[in-house]
């Protein structure tokens, strides 16, 4: 038995694949602990692994509306602060650990990890070429190398890199790399195809982090919505409150409902181009209008490459309802998109993203 331990940060699309990764790695017979934000405990402990939450992190509020700085300053200190390291290197003291798998944006928590000796792995939760892209030339890149905490540095000293997403559609497996990344495909839990209904089901979920402008573009969808025929359920998240939104009679708006229970009768997603939510409908054999919330995630590259072989239609956040309720007509009715979404979700669901994790994962501890 394998004592291993995740490191994590409660933002939204990075810890399902993480935890998924952990169900399985338990379900093996491994003894398996989360560190992370107290609000990723009940994720982590119905999935019968231990939960440990941290001591010294810096303040994390990710899901309230918050201005881009704020958004950002937030997001560096979680990425850069002494006291994540430390509390990682605590953790690792505290109870024997033969494997640290840590979230690729931890800089602080990737570094503490290496001194500390242990193996250990680096997981991206999304395209490698997000993250080798605009994530490590941009503000967080450059702020952590002021740090001392150079992301390419310390993505290259990890034990292994592991990309939990489709290496067919990641820009990064077209270009060439220096062969220790190892693509494992998405993690997602779809067994089947979505079988829609008459009138066709449309789930609408924005990101549950704050992103400015998130409120205005709800409103735009459900103004494009109250002139189709079709059935739209809209899961608002927790960074925004539905009340004072104009709905119209045929759609519902939730806080949350769980997107598992939801998808398989669905006919199309409406996202802001996350990972998780965008691959979960993808493997659905779903087509997607991606509308991305922020400029400085993966989200604008998830939707172009979604775009660019017919599952899909982008638009920007700021899209009127005219444009937003054209692009759903298009792929309600277009037998070019649905047929892509189809495709693509065949070739997904192939794959079981969590047990080629675990299998390669354990690689390190085997030897």
Sequence with gaps: M???LIVTLEGGGNYPPEAALGCELHRRGHHVRVLGHESQRKVAEDAGLVFCGYRHSPT???????STPKVLTMAYAMMTDSAVARDVEDEITREPTDLV???????????????????????????FAAFDGAFRHGPFGIGSRLHGL????????????????????DPAARRRTDGSLTWTGAIHDATAAAVGRTPPRVLVSLS??????????????????????????????????????RVPPNATVHRYVPHHELMPTCSAVVGHGGHATAF?????GLPILIMPMSAVTDQAMIAREVAKVGA???????ASPEQIRAALESLLTDDGHRTAAAELGARLRTVDGASAAADRVLTLVDH
């Design 101 to 127: 798998i840590v979230d690729c944006m931890l800089f602080n928590a990737q570094d503490a990890a290496a001194r500390t000796g242990v193996p250990h792995v680096v997981l991206f939760h999304s395209f």
């Design 208 to 245: 549950t982090a704050g992103f400015p402008g998130q409120r205005r573009t709800y409103q735009n969808i459900f103004d494009a919505a109250a002139e189709m025929d079709a059935e739209f359920v809209v899961t608002t998240g927790p960074a925004i409150d539905p009340t004072g939104l």
């Design 312 to 318: 899909g239609i982008r638009l920007r956040k700021t």
């Design 150 to 169: 150079g992301p390419k540095r310390l993505w290259k000293q990890a034990d292994m890199r592991l990309v939990c997403s489709d290496r067919m559609l």
């Design 280 to 284: 979960r409908a993808l493997a659905h």
């Design 60 to 66: 994390w509020t990710p899901h309230v509306e918050l």
């Design 2 to 4: 394998a004592r291993i």
